[in-house]
């Protein structure tokens, strides 16, 4: 999961979009710093539903609809670009249900080089992805310590082949005291590491550019690292190093204000379903979100994201179904829909119910000869 196949050492600096070399000078530490998920299990469909592959061989995730957060050292450099290609909203990369954009713009760090840290870029999508799901940043330090989950598509093994199918692993938080007697050169206010003394759970290459992330109080994903560098993958004593969200988000968010387009993350708390559920034809299937921690009753407004993958979507109705059985139509069977797929999000005023309890996700197949699954689930109070 660490950088994309990164060999430091004499490495030519290629055009964005065409490879995650670094850019800037070795490393003090010198070395082959690489990152992938090394130790890792595969992710199940919709587990991690803002994660997007970089065609360059990186990871990232949607913070907007139309921006997606990588690492600086994946891109080459901040103005118009249109070859990368991002994918969304499959686990398999080869899945037919893929949604892809290409790029139109990237923003690149000024201030990121390897002896100052500050790993992070913007790529701005030609339009949204209508329904994404985005990932949330840490604000502050709360976060940095625990047991993270790290994802991606990169190398199982060091100096291993990049993967079809999105893996996850889970590595603690590595103090920063520890860290810098592996890298004296690890800058302490602006990365964060990870990883067991033992080795042997790690990111590695291609997995550079994705998000490190953990559980907030309310139970739901929140991006406190992005992949950046690490010497090989998962070498006992040798952690991986992050970006550290927290102390990066507020440059973050200001320069995704400055490149507008899409979305802009939702501010109110959100809850998410949790695996995916299966549509049987000609049956009924429900992705239950649990809230808690709401006073008083839902908004009038209630932002409700849908991923549902489905063959055959006007086969499809959809429901929001509150705790006390109040059902909320989202959207209507139609025999002459015949796209692919019902990734949205639709708003219903909810103010007459309680917010807290299990709330449900509704999906009805009426028609034969199509299934699919209920992906993911999201509300915002």
């Known amino acids: 999961m660490r950088r994309a196949a990164l060999v430091v050492a004499g490495a030519a600096t290629l055009a964005a979009g065409t490879a995650a070399h670094a850019s800037a000078a070795p490393p003090a530490d010198g070395g082959t710093y690489t990152p ?12 991690f539903p ?10 990232g995730a949607m913070y907007t609809d139309q921006l997606v957060l990588t690492a600086a050292h994946c891109v080459n450099g901040t103005g118009n670009n249109t070859s990368i290609t991002a994918t969304y909203g499959v686990v398999d990369l080869q899945s037919s249900s893929k949604v892809t954009r290409q790029s139109t713009y990237v923003y690149r760090n000024p201030g990121y080089s390897t002896s100052a840290g500050g790993d992070w870029a913007l790529i701005k999508l030609a339009s949204p992805i209508s329904g994404a799901a985005t990932l949330p940043l840490a604000t502050s330090t709360a976060y940095d310590s625990g047991t993270f989950t790290v994802i991606g598509w990169g190398a199982a093994t060091e100096g291993g082949a990049q993967q079809r199918y999105l893996l996850k692993a889970q590595v603690p938080f590595v103090d920063d005291t520890t860290c810098k007697s592996s890298y004296p050169s690890m800058k302490t206010a602006v990365e964060i590491c990870a990883g067991y003394p033992q080795g042997g759970t790690d990111t590695c290459q291609g997995d550079s550019g994705g998000p490190m992330v953990r559980r907030d109080g309310a139970g739901n ?16 004593n040798y952690p991986g190093v992050y970006a550290q969200v927290s102390a990066l988000s507020s440059a973050i968010a200001t320069q995704a204000a400055q490149l507008g387009g899409g979305t802009t993350p939702p501010t109110g708390t959100v809850f998410s379903s949790s695996g995916t559920v299966t549509i049987p034809d000609l049956g ?5 979100v649990v809230v808690s921690g709401i006073s008083g009753n839902a908004p009038s407004a209630l932002s409700v994201s849908v991923d549902i993958r489905h063959t055959y979507r006007g086969d499809l109705v959809v429901d929001l179904v509150a705790p006390n059985g109040t059902a ?8 002459s829909d015949s796209a692919d797929n019902v990734i949205a999000t639709y708003t219903v005023n909810a103010s007459a119910v309680a917010a807290n309890g299990t709330w449900k996700l509704r999906a009805q197949d009426v028609y034969s000869g199509d299934t699919g699954y209920i992906a993911s689930a999201k509300l915002t109070f």
Do not use: D, H
């Open 50 to 59: 803002w994660m997007v592959r970089l065609s360059m061989g990186c990871g």
């Open 328 to 335: 909320f139509r989202l959207k209507n069977s139609s025999s």
């Open 36 to 47: 992938q998920v090394v130790g890792g299990t595969q992710a199940a469909q919709g587990e």
């Open 284 to 288: 009924t299937a429900s992705a239950n």
């Open 221 to 236: 994903w929140i991006q406190v690292g992005i992949v950046s560098y690490g010497q090989g993958c998962a070498r006992p």
